[in-house]
């Protein structure tokens, strides 16, 4: 059955450090979302991307952060300069298309800033 | 913000069915409801969804009442493994809303032996 897979599962990082999470979304794809999960608290939306571009983003989504498909099957996360209050689990999504079709989630990384 | 309500905390009987109700009153005409689980901290895990019919799967049925503003999923006959925290999400058009899923708080759901 085909799967989202998320690379790394686990990611230590220095505060300030710039990170990358990596997502493969599943091939026919064609909507794809990063979300976060803070310890103990609800799972948040981040961005949404469609046909090469954001398509919505959150408040949490600041200039920190980016999204990419760079080759057409990553699609990546980028946090510029990490920190302590980055610590999450985050997830990557990917649907066929919008609204009416499921959206299939990755197993997460979980980031830790330190 | 989540546009659903739903209780935090319920247990079943393991081989009961679990009936986890969802108030959904402000929902508009083309937004869908879904339903996700998590286990633990793994990703989310698609259920269900549906519009205005009711719905089956193989791992639940989802029953909408006729105004839709609340809706039960239906986990027929739950095991253990089904333990877990229960979102209700209503979803709304990718043009509008970017398609994106907005979690709540959900029900945990404890199935006991």
């Known amino acids: 059955e085909p799967e989202v897979t998320q690379t790394p599962s686990h990611q230590v990082t220095q505060m300030g450090q710039e990170v990358i999470l990596r997502c493969v979304p599943i091939s026919n794809h064609l909507y794809f979302y990063w979300y976060r999960q803070i310890l103990g608290q609800k799972v948040e939306f981040l961005v949404s991307f469609y046909n090469n571009e954001i398509s919505e983003k959150s408040e949490i989504f600041d200039d920190q952060f980016s999204v990419e498909r760079p080759d057409g099957s990553n699609f990546t996360l980028k946090i510029r300069s990490t920190k302590l209050e980055d610590s999450a689990m985050y997830f990557c999504?990917?649907?066929?298309?919008?609204?009416?079709?499921?959206?299939?989630f990755g197993q997460g990384t979980r980031l830790t800033v330190v | 913000d989540a546009k659903t309500t739903q209780p935090p905390s319920m247990d079943c009987a393991e081989g009961r069915a679990a009936n986890l109700p969802c108030n959904h009153s402000t929902i508009s005409g083309n937004e869908y409801v879904y339903w996700y689980r998590q286990i633990h901290s793994q990703g989310p895990q698609y259920i269900i969804h549906?519009?205005?019919n009711n719905e089956t799967n193989e791992m639940a049925s989802l029953i909408i009442t006729e105004d839709r503003k609340s809706s039960t999923l239906i986990l027929p006959h739950a095991t253990l493994r089904d333990t877990a925290v229960y979102y209700c999400i209503v979803r709304g058009d990718l043009y509008n809303q970017g398609g994106k899923l907005i979690f709540g708080q959900g029900t945990e759901l404890s199935v006991k032996p």
């Open positions: 999504a990917s649907s066929f298309r919008g609204v009416n079709t499921e959206a299939f």
């Open positions: 549906g519009l205005k």
